[in-house]
């Protein structure tokens, strides 16, 4: 019986492997600079679509301006060709949360270092292509657009213009690049 059942699992994983891949790893290192999707998975849902989920952490410190957020997104795309290989469309949504640390104030002049932290919500478009070798090595290039609503949390001393600055929701363009690996 233990053999049976032994047989019966390697049919199964062979043949699974025989069809075409189904899973895709991906790293985005663009997303560093404040994406959402920096370790994406993506998997197969049907004939010509997929889903994908990712997450990230991002900083970066531009002379006084310190940055850093983390953030997690769902992304349903459907593939015109092959499922996996070829031009897509996909939807997007995303949640991102961070601080920004903004020393000796925004403007300059001032002695008073500022910060805030930040949530943000969105959802919109993408465009894009991706490939996969037969060695597995992929490689997604993707534009689009999303609209992101912020909610800020500043405090006590950052000033009206800082906050007037940084007070925003609106679309933005997005940019997606990754490199990665599919089974």
């Not at 983390?70 to 593939?79: D, K, P, T, V, W």
């Given at each position: 019986?233990k053999?049976?059942l ?5 049919a199964v ?8 891949q189904e ?10 600079l ?5 370790v994406s ?6 004939e010509?679509?997929?889903?994908i ?5 991002g ?7 310190k ?12 593939y015109?060709?092959d499922?996996?290989?070829g031009w ?6 995303s ?5 920004t ?11 008073n270092?500022?910060?805030?932290d ?7 478009l993408?465009?894009?292509h ?9 490689l ?10 912020f909610?800020?949390?500043f405090t006590d ?5 800082t906050?007037?600055?940084f ?13 990665g690996?599919?089974?």
């Amino acid at each position: 019986m233990k053999k049976l059942l032994l047989c019966a699992a390697i049919a199964v994983f062979t043949l699974s492997n025989v069809n075409a891949q189904e899973n895709v790893i991906k790293v985005n290192p663009l997303a560093v600079l404040g994406g959402t999707d920096l370790v994406s998975y993506e998997r197969v849902l049907g004939e010509h679509t997929s889903g994908i989920i990712s997450a990230a952490i991002g900083g970066f410190k531009l002379g006084d301006i310190k940055y850093s957020s983390f953030g997690a997104g769902l992304q349903y795309r459907y593939y015109f060709d092959d499922v996996l290989d070829g031009w897509y469309g996909g939807a997007v949504v995303s949640y991102q949360n961070g601080k920004t640390e903004i020393e000796d104030g925004f403007f300059g002049g001032g002695s008073n270092d500022e910060e805030f932290d930040f949530t943000a919500i969105g959802g919109g478009l993408k465009v894009g292509h991706q490939w996969v070798w037969d060695s597995g090595f992929s490689l997604d290039l993707n534009i689009g657009a999303s609209y992101k609503s912020f909610d800020y949390d500043f405090t006590d001393g950052t000033s009206t213009s800082t906050q007037d600055l940084f007070k925003a929701s609106g679309t933005l363009p997005t940019f997606g690049f990754g490199l990665g690996y599919a089974w």
